[in-house]
């Protein structure tokens, strides 16, 4: 009998959170060995027709896609008491609402179905020879894909459903075409370029990239972004990981990986784990402030003036070259007889509703002599006004040098716009460059795991300021490098004695790194695999010393650990009580 198969298409982006939890008389999170095998090489084989037939990049494969394809196989199968071919399950869902349901949180909806099993290269061949499912395979709208196979054991009654989507937070790595393994080290990579997305929250075009086997980067340097190159894997047989960072014109940051086996004995019950995935959370490593109390954190949120809503409301405006803004370029707000105002606006940010959070605008005037306001903000939090904070000449500490002024706010939604609204009110030009948005400052906590909003963490990088509420610090990345232990509390007595040896141990380390600050009583050196850490506390009186000591690679990156020594006039050694049972 003839196998048929069906396309679907329905188009849906998802940008919150909402999490909807299935009711499974099935678990999709388990798979046979050799029908794992069998989603692996359909994913494979489907990437090289990509390739051959349309010159497509390959796509990457996805564990909440293939979660999504394999509960809907097997619902094709043992839900129904007739042979069944379609896309529409037996709880009414079509493909869209199936990956939100195991949680997608990218577009999705198009969908290939085989109705009965096959073998891999049979269904892509299957699938190029019916226009509907060929479009779906080869559509260059697509950037994950989620395989799913269930057979029945009892009368080999099988489906076959194949999932696509494109989450516009994720730009991945692909090594070889997804395929499973590969006898030669030298392997071909395709990096998605970041899809350029709307809103404050979007993410802007890559503009370099740096390539490792290791999450650290180890001995890893920036070049030029591009979709295409090679990588060289570590010799021997096994499961290699490639690693790739992007970082654009402002320096937000993303990294992603892709994993093969190298070898010819792959074991086909560990591929699951080589899936791209998504995490709700993300942990931080390395913060650390000697003076400031609080911190908080930006997920590259960032607008300036290129944005499209940026625009001159009334006065005398313009866009203008500036070496000295982030991406070389400002709105400047003209002297003129009459006040100059521009602003720049959100449609229904649903990410930041109800989050407290704090806006820093970069700004600089020409003159910073005047005692009386020369520039003012106020921000829209969807119905709520925040401001305007008002500035004065004299509030610049220097005259055509760009300085960051906060102002907390939150977006309600009460209105569905968030709107950030500048003026010029003085006689001398104001420069706007760009705002950052970050969240409320909160205690330090060294590590410290964040829920990332819209709940879709996919590798992005994260931005740390630190602030007493008054003072804040510019922004940096955190460089989320494992360290064990991520900070360190020490006990020690008055009087003279040896410095106190520590170890902190981490994969990543390597001898070449330098100490890039310590305090008087702490020191440490880098060797291969760990920081011997040396504190000193001849000298110092009782009391508790906060510290911290920071290693810096060759490229720039850094690692921080926390160190807090309590000295106390005498140390009392007890004893417990020896119990034998």
């Known amino acids: 009998m003839r196998k048929r198969f069906f396309t679907h298409w ?171 393994a590969t006898l030669n080290p030298d392997v071909s990579l ?61 320096g937000a940051t993303a990294v992603v990986s892709d994993t093969i086996y190298l070898g010819a004995n792959v074991p086909v019950n560990e591929l699951a784990a080589t899936m791209s995935d998504r995490q709700e959370t993300v942990t931080l490593t390395g913060l650390y402030h000697p003076t400031l109390p609080q911190m908080q954190f930006s997920f590259g949120w960032l607008v300036d003036e290129n944005y499209s809503t940026f625009q001159l409301l009334w006065g005398a405006g313009e866009r203008v070259t500036d070496p000295a803004a982030w991406d070389g370029g400002a709105f400047r707000l003209q002297s003129a007889s009459l006040e100059s105002s521009a602003w720049v606006y959100d449609y229904d940010p649903v990410v930041f509703k109800d989050i407290p959070l704090v806006a820093y605008v970069r700004l600089k005037v020409a003159s910073n002599s005047s005692p009386n306001e020369v520039a003012r903000f106020s921000i829209n939090g969807g119905g709520v006004v925040y401001g305007p904070l008002q500035l004065r000449g004299v509030d610049f500490a220097a005259a055509n040098q760009y300085q960051e002024f906060a102002l907390p706010f939150t977006y309600h939604g009460n209105e569905p716009f968030l709107i950030f609204q500048f003026w010029r009110s003085g006689s001398t030009d104001v420069f706007i460059d760009a705002v950052t948005i970050f969240t409320a400052p909160q205690p330090i906590v060294n590590p410290v795991t964040l829920a990332v909003p819209g709940g879709n963490y996919r590798g992005q990088g994260v931005w740390v300021r630190y602030t007493d509420g008054t003072i804040f610090t510019p922004f940096r990345e955190v460089m989320n490098i494992p360290v064990q232990p991520a900070s360190i509390v020490a006990l020690a007595q008055v009087a003279a004695m040896p410095p106190m040896p520590l170890i902190v141990t981490s994969p990543c380390v390597r001898a070449n790194w330098q100490v890039l600050q310590t305090e008087p009583w702490l020191g440490g050196v880098a060797d291969d695999g760990i920081m011997r850490l040396s504190i000193n506390h001849n000298g110092l009186t009782a009391g508790t010393y906060n510290g911290a000591i920071t290693f810096v690679t060759p490229n720039e990156m850094q690692v921080t650990i926390p160190v807090t020594l309590h000295v106390v006039e005498q140390l009392f050694v007890t004893y417990t009580p020896l119990v034998l049972r």
């Not at 037939?53 to 097997?74: D, K």
């Not at 199968?77 to 990218?106: I, K, S």
């Not at 340097?221 to 047989?237: I, M, S, Y």
């Open 190 to 250: 395709y990096i998605y370029q970041v899809a350029e997305t709307g809103g404050f929250i979007g993410r802007r075009p890559a503009t370099a990239m740096m390539i490792a086997d290791n999450p650290c980067f180890v001995n890893a340097n920036w070049q030029p972004f591009t979709n295409e190159t090679r990588f060289r894997l570590a010799d021997g047989e096994g499961w290699r990981t490639v690693y790739v960072k992007t970082r654009d014109a402002y």
């Open 10 to 180: 329905i188009s849906l982006f998802v940008l919150g959170c909402l999490t909807i939890a299935p009711v499974l008389a099935f678990d999709p999170t388990t798979q046979t060995p050799s029908l794992l095998l069998d989603e692996a090489h359909a994913v494979y084989y489907g990437n090289v027709a990509r390739l051959r037939q349309a010159g497509q990049p390959p796509l990457r494969w996805n564990r909440q896609l293939t979660h999504a394809a394999r509960w809907f196989a097997w619902d094709s199968v043992e839900n129904r008491p007739t042979p069944y071919c379609g896309h529409q399950d037996t709880n009414g869902e079509w493909p869209d609402a199936r990956a939100l349901r195991f949680g997608y949180r990218g577009s999705s909806g198009a969908e290939n179905a085989y109705c009965g099993y096959m073998q891999p290269q049979a269904a892509i061949n299957g699938w190029l020879n019916s226009p509907g499912h060929r479009a779906n395979l080869l559509s260059p709208g697509h950037r994950e894909i989620g395989l799913g196979y269930y057979r029945r054991t009892s009368d080999g009654r099988g489906y076959i459903a194949q999932m696509f989507g494109n989450d516009a937070a994720y730009a991945p790595v692909i090594v070889e075409y997804e395929a499973v």
